[in-house]
């Protein structure tokens, strides 16, 4: 004869009672409105759930169809976007490449620029070109279009004459498709993120 094993005590999740289940399938104590309040709190659990995954396949659907609607060049902008991002961190801390001044880093997006040396405006195919993207200021990125001549011996510095003469003399033109575009977001985005991680690391450590 197989003995049955005796049920461990448990303890009430509602009213916190320490019972002996009559089964292994009992989930309170034996008080039928603890039965009840349990069932309630799943049938909410449960609704609750579904409500939240209705709510995220809603989000979904129009984050995809906005993402249908974006031209070209709105794609542009958010892959330029990224790519400046990671040239804020990957240079977080370094002077400006132009006229060498400290930098406040403190300020996303307000006092460091991605000074671009060759601009977009003329070189458009090395727009993510990451040789040809630097941390500036904004005094030299935009009062003095880039400030080019201290600009060119701090990158020659930087990356090599070798580099930098390969920046100055390609001209082959590039097309950006959506995809493209997609990717370098996509990329950069991921790639910023790690450098921002790094960058706090190191922040941390050197404090
Ligand atoms: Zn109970
Ligand atoms: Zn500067």
Redesign the pocket.
Known sequence: MVKAKKPKPKT?P????V?TPRSSLQN??H?Y??AIAFNKKRDEEIAAREQRRQAKLRRDDLRQRREKLKTKSDWNKEAQVAVNRYIFWRDYGLPCIACGRPLNYGVRGGAVDASHYRSRGSASHLRFNLFNIHAGCVSCNRDLSGNLIPYRINLIKKIGADRVDLIEHDNTPRKFDIPYLQRVKAIFTRRARHYEKLRKRQMEQAA
């Open positions: 009430c509602i009213c916190s009672t019972y309170v104590c008080n409105k603890c």
